[in-house]
């Protein structure tokens, strides 16, 4: 079994930035690919940030390009979002997830496991 466990959100100003961590626990040689998505009150949950096993590759959907960062500490066995400038827009809950395959994907259908979800509000 492997557990994910997201941390790092809460109630933070416009413009500030915010690094969300996802902590991967068990059999952690499950999980390869990483990926942080969110979901805002009333939308789909939509993919931002995918991370690759090693790191070597980073995938970020165009709506964030320049303002989310994704990175993985695999020693740790903990994966990175860093947000910044951020905007009310970017109020959502967020979740980490991940497969067993090398690369990550866009689509939320090739994730398992989850985290809990983390919310993270944007006041201005």
């Known amino acids: 079994q492997v557990t994910l466990v997201e941390s790092g959100g809460g109630l933070v100003q416009a413009g500030d930035s915010l690094r969300l961590s996802c902590a991967v626990s068990?059999?952690?040689?499950?999980?390869?690919?990483m990926a942080w998505l969110r979901q805002s009150a009333g939308k789909e949950r939509e993919f931002v940030s995918g991370i690759s096993q090693n790191g070597g590759y980073t995938d970020v959907a165009e709506s964030v390009k320049g303002r989310f960062f994704v990175s993985r500490n695999n020693a740790k066995h903990e994966r990175y979002l860093e947000i910044d400038i951020l905007q009310p827009a970017d109020t959502a809950v967020y979740y980490c997830a991940g497969r067993g395959r090398a690369y990550p994907s866009q689509s939320e259908e090739d994730y398992t496991p989850w985290g809990q979800g983390n919310q993270v509000t944007v006041a201005w």
């Open positions: 068990g059999r952690t040689d499950y999980v390869a690919a």
